[in-house]
């Protein structure tokens, strides 16, 4: 038995970063009643995490925040590319890549794309749009204290402006408390992987005359290889304020101390090789890079999400990302089952389908890192040696080969080598354009709130019917779209396309079907026509929800 608690809500979410304003954003969407304590007394004020990647940018349109997320990442819109050069001063070095989508050719997969936002100027983003759901977001607020029994979490926070304690008790716990994860190592939850990789001191900086030096060069960042002052540089206006990374080497006895103000000052005149450039050190913190996987992501009641469950090699910003996602695959899940049209079993698959993503992506990041001799990096042997090449495959193309998922190829690769978003279960739904309610969407826009079933109109099997009647009477939200009535697709935004053929796409049929996750992810799909599609229908819910 457990005292009566002085707050009571569905979900208590520990951590106010990206990850769990992300998690707040998701399940206000969902009308999942949620409070977040943060111990900190506000969102980041240091420039980092900036890249968020396609998929991430998928969500965040889905979520209705696209728009202030790009308003938010304005001054650096222009800014495309990895420049690597032993001294920004005349026209040495080479671009790692130039542009981050050469050709356009995005389009073809994607309504949206990448977007160069810094952290903190996307947490504010996320923190209002969640309040304006009727999110609880409590900052300096810390969890001390947390006990789990078989119907919940009771915790203790302590308000750090007060000192004042109070308890909440909550269905479920989600940590997303970073990666020394107070709540993790609570549980005694291990962590698999090589560990510390290379760790840097960023340095936040102003500086008028360095933009005259960078000149038309529009990078996101700029690997500086002065074998004697190397780092990286990052425009956060691209006129006079500016971040460095400079490499940190603690294993070899170096202290924090030692990056002094003076120092600093040297170290990015000389990697720039600019020997009179106006530095002023405005903030400086340090980091550390490691590629670690927890061994598990729950515990009972308690659920966690982005550092506090993987850390990856910075390079291609993979960390946060899978983060944010981790964050949109467990809210859908969360809102089923407490909505009561799932079993708790289905919050098993967070597990089954993030960790295997986790482990892959980590492995990819190091790799990245490798590729782009990323400074203050020096690898073991055997570490960054995973697949190497484009990383759309990765960001766009990874696969549920377990969980929520039926008629999944466990065989295949997590992570494939070639992108292929053709229907198969497990892996993220196509993107077409359609006609809907007469206005022009995505089909990914299609997903959020509910399970949706594809069907043709033309089809002999009456998927559409079956799927109302079934909703009916289960309560599970599903909503059934039939192309050629209800949608109608429309050729992509490039000359001499047609329209596609959406069964094609999907890799069905005009007699299939094709069931999609509220998170855009293909459940289920079935070329074929069903003698009893309601039957059909119903115990493939039954399977994938694992109701009852």
């Given at each position: 038995m457990h005292r009566e608690a002085d707050h009571r809500v569905p979900v208590l979410i520990v951590g106010g970063s990206?990850?769990?304003?992300?998690?707040?954003?998701?399940?206000?969407?969902?009308?999942?009643?949620?409070?977040?304590?943060?111990?900190?007394?506000?969102?980041?004020?240091?420039?980092?995490?900036?890249?968020?990647?396609?998929?991430?940018?998928?969500l965040l349109r889905a979520a209705g925040v696209e728009d202030a997320v790009k308003d938010a990442a304005s001054l650096l819109a222009g800014n495309h590319g990895i420049l690597q050069t032993p001294t920004l001063v005349g026209d040495a070095g080479e671009w790692l890549f130039k542009h981050i989508d050469p050709g356009g050719g995005m389009a073809r997969?994607?309504?949206?794309?990448?977007?160069?936002?810094?952290?903190?100027?996307?947490?504010?983003?996320?923190?209002?749009?969640?309040?304006?759901?009727?999110?609880?977001?409590?900052?300096?607020?810390e969890m001390e204290t947390f006990e789990q029994d078989a119907d919940g979490v009771t915790a203790t926070v302590r308000d750090r402006a007060t000192d004042e304690r109070y308890t909440v008790r909550a269905d479920y716990l989600v940590a997303a408390d970073g990666p020394r994860s107070p709540v993790r190592r609570r549980l005694g939850i291990g962590q698999s992987g090589p560990g510390d990789l290379f760790?840097?001191?960023?340095?936040?900086?102003?500086?008028?005359?360095?933009?005259?030096?960078?000149?038309?060069?529009?990078?996101?960042?700029?690997?500086?290889?002065?074998p004697e002052a190397d780092g990286a540089l990052l425009p956060v206006d691209n006129k006079e304020h500016w971040v460095f990374h400079a490499p940190w080497h603690p294993e070899r006895g170096e202290s924090l101390d030692e990056f002094t103000e003076e120092r600093l000052q040297r170290h990015i005149r000389r990697a720039i090789g600019a020997p009179d450039l106006d530095v002023e050190i405005t903030g400086k913190a340090s980091w550390r890079a490691a590629e670690r996987v927890a061994d598990r992501y729950t515990d009972g009641r308690v659920l966690l999400a982005g550092d506090s469950?993987?850390?990856?090699?910075?390079?291609?910003?993979?960390?946060?990302?899978?983060?944010?996602?981790?964050?949109?695959?467990?809210?859908?899940?969360?809102?089923?089952?407490?909505?009561?049209?799932?079993?708790?079993?289905?919050l098993d698959t967070y597990d089954t389908e993030r960790r295997p993503v986790a482990t892959a992506t980590s492995a990819r990041a190091s790799a990245r890192s490798v590729e782009h001799s990323h400074p203050g990096f020096a690898p073991a042997p055997g570490i960054g040696g995973g697949k190497?090449?484009?990383?759309?495959?990765?960001?766009?193309?990874?696969?549920?080969?377990?969980?929520?998922?039926?008629?999944?190829?466990?065989?295949?690769?997590?992570?494939?080598?070639a992108l292929r978003l053709t229907g198969e279960p497990g892996t993220r739904a196509p993107h077409l354009w359609v006609r809907h309610d007469g206005e022009r969407v995505s089909?990914?826009?299609?997903?959020?709130?509910?399970?949706?079933?594809?069907?043709?109109?033309?089809?002999?099997?009456?998927?559409?019917?079956?799927?109302?009647?079934?909703?009916?009477?289960?309560?599970?939200?599903?909503?059934?779209?039939?192309?050629?009535?209800?949608?109608?697709?429309?050729?992509?935004?490039?000359?001499?396309?047609?329209?596609?053929?959406?069964?094609?796409?999907?890799?069905?049929?005009?007699?299939?079907a094709v069931l999609v996750r509220p998170d855009g992810f293909v459940a289920w799909r079935t070329r074929t026509a069903?003698?009893?599609?309601?039957?059909?229908?119903?115990?493939?819910?039954?399977?994938?929800?694992?109701?009852?």
């Open positions: 990206l990850v769990g304003l992300s998690t707040s954003l998701f399940l206000g969407r969902l009308g999942v009643p949620h409070l977040l304590v943060e111990r900190h007394s506000g969102t980041s004020h240091h420039p980092r995490g900036r890249g968020n990647n396609v998929r991430t940018m998928e997969f994607s309504p949206t794309g990448w977007c160069l936002c810094s952290q903190n100027d996307l947490e504010p983003v996320l923190l209002d749009s969640a309040r304006a759901l009727g999110g609880d977001l409590r900052y300096s607020h760790a840097n001191v960023s340095v936040t900086f102003r500086s008028k005359l360095l933009a005259d030096v960078v000149g038309d060069r529009r990078f996101i960042c700029c690997y500086l290889t002065d469950v993987h850390e990856m090699s910075p390079t291609g910003a993979f960390g946060s990302n899978t983060g944010i996602q981790d964050a949109h695959n467990l809210a859908w899940k969360l809102a089923a089952v407490l909505g009561g049209w799932a079993g708790p079993g289905l190497r090449g484009g990383i759309l495959n990765v960001v766009l193309g990874y696969r549920y080969l377990r969980g929520a998922v039926i008629g999944a190829d466990p065989g295949q690769d997590v992570v494939p080598d089909t990914l826009d299609l997903y959020e709130r509910s399970l949706v079933l594809l069907s043709d109109a033309r089809s002999t099997t009456d998927w559409h019917t079956a799927a109302r009647r079934v909703a009916e009477t289960t309560g599970i939200p599903l909503v059934s779209y039939r192309f050629g009535t209800d949608l109608t697709t429309e050729a992509p935004p490039a000359p001499d396309i047609p329209a596609p053929d959406w069964a094609a796409a999907h890799g069905t049929t005009p007699d299939g069903a003698p009893d599609p309601r039957t059909t229908l119903r115990e493939t819910l039954e399977t994938l929800l694992h109701t009852p």
